[in-house]
């Protein structure tokens, strides 16, 4: 069993489709054993992405990234880090395997609906960013 961190974005909370994503979640064997819908701050956003501050598209990103709600989810189930980079499906869109998250429902490279972890390290350290351990009923 492995737990992975999760964020709908605002692209996905404000065309209501949050409930379609945690469908494909689900029908994927993944169980989201916590949710919060927060408004991210400039601070929180440019902390979390604090390894894309060099890419020629971080300010679009923060801006993007706090333009409305966010879903912050832990997602757990076997293998969870890897299955749900396959249920995502690829950063851009267009390279999205059908039924994929990103396929259905992400519109471009940034407005791409969904993020989630890509390793243990970063896993354990996002869900510590939003998330106290002991809340957490598995
Ligand atoms: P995510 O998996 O959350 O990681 C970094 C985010 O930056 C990514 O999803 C996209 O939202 C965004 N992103 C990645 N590559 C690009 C790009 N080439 N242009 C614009 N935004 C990008």
Redesign the pocket.
Known sequence: MQRTFS?I?PDATKRNITGSINKIIEENNLRIVAQKRIQLTNEQAENF?DI?KD?P?FK??IE?MTSGPVVVQVIQGDNAITKYREVMGA??PDNAKEGTIRKIHALN????SV??SDSEVNAVKEIDFFFNLNEIVG
Request: hydrophobic share 25%; charged share 25%.
């Open positions: 964020i974005k992405y894309h890419k598209f679009d990103l993007y950063t851009n490279v940034q407005e791409n993020h989630g």
